[in-house]
């Protein structure tokens, strides 16, 4: 994968980064996925934990170094071999966190629904929030899937 | 000394048991979850276990409708690692011994 720059709208995505990195922080601490293992299990899963902390909270620092001086200054954030991958799983494990916490009272059914028409105008502000991070971190996903198999991201469509 | 060198180690019943007994086997589950991308699990199915597209929606979408997909049989240690990748991928999955073998 060559490097690929993408520019975003400032105005639209730097309010949403004290959010994100809230959550990052409590990612730091709790796996996005918990461990499905069986009792039998617990030492595995003990662990595990410590090792998948650690990926998780490189992941989504690999994330926060996209927000660096030429993203505030010209919007440009730049993806390549090294970075796309832990950037993708960090989108991943953010999304599952708000689905898990800040939007944890929305149906199944009814986040999808407003998934797909990206409206918020029935949730509150505080929600509204929440959910334009979620969907920035999707469209961010899309973006870094797109490069690496451009057929992915098709059939989701 | 001649007749202990050629005397076996172990009774011939022994023997043959330690032949024919394979080790148990285990399953690596994949399990649904109805945040993550679609094509972002197909992905990730696809670079963990080598499958080719069809065969990585197939189980994508049998996790999507049942709650679950056994994607993988084998040896023990080798499941571990699976479902420890899996999870580093935020995918979630588990083990479960395969009760078939």
């Known amino acids: ?157 | 000394m001649i007749l202990a060198a050629e005397r076996p180690h172990s009774s011939p019943s022994a023997h043959a048991v330690a032949e024919t007994t394979m080790p148990p086997r285990w399953r690596v589950v994949f399990l649904n979850d109805a945040v993550t991308r679609m094509s972002y699990a197909v992905m990730v199915l696809r670079k963990l276990f080598g499958f080719d597209e069809t065969t990585a929606t197939k189980h994508m979408l049998e996790a999507h409708e049942i709650g679950r997909s056994v994607v993988w049989v084998g040896l023990r240690e080798s499941a571990e690692a699976y479902v420890f990748s899996l999870q580093q991928w935020h995918l979630s999955a588990t083990l479960e011994p395969d009760e078939t073998s």
């Open chain 1, 1 to 157: 994968m060559k490097r690929v720059e993408v520019r975003l709208s400032i105005p639209a995505v730097a309010p949403l980064l004290d959010l994100i990195k809230s959550v990052a922080d409590e990612l730091r601490v709790n796996l996005a996925v918990p461990l499905a293992l069986s009792d039998a299990d617990a030492e595995l899963a003990s662990v595990w934990s410590e090792d998948l902390l650690a990926s998780q909270r490189d992941d989504c620092d690999r994330l926060f170094s996209l927000f660096d001086q030429e993203f505030f200054s010209e919007g440009v954030v730049a993806f390549d071999r090294d970075n796309a991958e832990p950037v993708l799983r960090a989108c991943a494990a953010l999304r599952l966190r708000f689905r898990a916490t800040h939007l944890e009272k929305i149906p199944d059914d009814t986040l999808e629904a407003l998934e797909a028409s990206s409206s918020m105008g029935e949730l509150n502000e505080t929600v509204q929030k929440a959910f334009a991070c979620f969907l920035f971190l999707d469209e961010l996903q899309k973006i870094i899937m797109k490069y690496l198999d451009p057929m992915a991201v098709e059939e989701d469509e």
